[in-house]
């Protein structure tokens, strides 16, 4: 069964330092999907990406977040300047045509800003 | 209020049990409706889709009223697995496809 995976699975930076988190999609899916979830809070939309370009964005995806479909599989998440609060588990989500299908999410990357 | 609110937990129950979860929401714009579950520090998958007419699959039954804006899941016959958390989510039309997620309620199946 196609899975949507994400590397790393854990990143450990240093406050102030940019950070990517990588994600490949389900290939056939169309909507990509960033979510965040601080340790012991519920999941938090960040923003949606459809035909490259963010279709919905959360108040917390500020302008030190961006998003990037480089190629044909990938789509990343930049942090350029991270914080300590930026510390959370980062959830990809991506589904396959209208944007209220079943979302399908990767299995996260911890993120720990020391 | 909160988007989306769920029973606060934990849930307690021996294996066998019935369960039910209770969730609210508050958006009228609210268009498709999901209960997803979580396992410890995991991704949440995607129980079940929820519809207007209730849904069944095996021991779980969802139940959506409109009106209320309330949203239920039963599970029956609870198994060791079915420990998790259990999270109510929904999303809004013309907001890009943005899951609100509700808080969760654990649950815990004992032997």
């Known amino acids: 069964e196609p899975e949507v995976t994400q590397t790393p699975s854990h990143q450990v930076t240093q406050m102030g330092q940019e950070v990517i988190l990588h994600c490949v999609p389900i290939s056939n899916h169309l909507y990509f999907y960033w979510y965040r979830q601080i340790l012991g809070q519920k999941v938090e939309f960040l923003v949606s990406f459809y035909n490259n370009e963010i279709s919905e964005k959360s108040e917390i995806f500020d302008d030190q977040f961006s998003v990037e479909r480089p190629d044909g599989s990938n789509f990343t998440l930049k942090i350029r300047s991270t914080k300590l609060e930026d510390s959370a588990m980062y959830f990809c989500a991506s589904n396959p045509s209208t944007s209220t299908d079943t979302q399908y999410f990767g299995p996260g990357t911890r993120l720990t800003v020391l | 209020r909160k988007e989306v609110e769920q029973d606060p937990g934990p849930f307690n129950v021996p294996e066998g049990a019935t369960v039910a979860f209770n969730c609210t929401y508050s958006n009228s714009a609210s268009q498709s409706f999901f209960w997803y579950r979580q396992d410890c520090r995991k991704e949440p998958k995607l129980l079940m889709s929820?519809?207007?007419s209730g849904n069944e699959d095996g021991r779980f039954t969802a139940q959506l009223n409109r009106a209320s804006q309330y949203i239920s899941l039963l599970i029956r016959d609870s198994k060791l697995s079915d420990s998790a958390t259990y999270l109510c989510v929904v999303n809004i039309v013309n907001q890009g496809g943005k899951l609100i997620f509700g808080q969760g309620t654990e649950l815990s199946v004992k032997p």
């Open positions: 929820v519809y207007s």
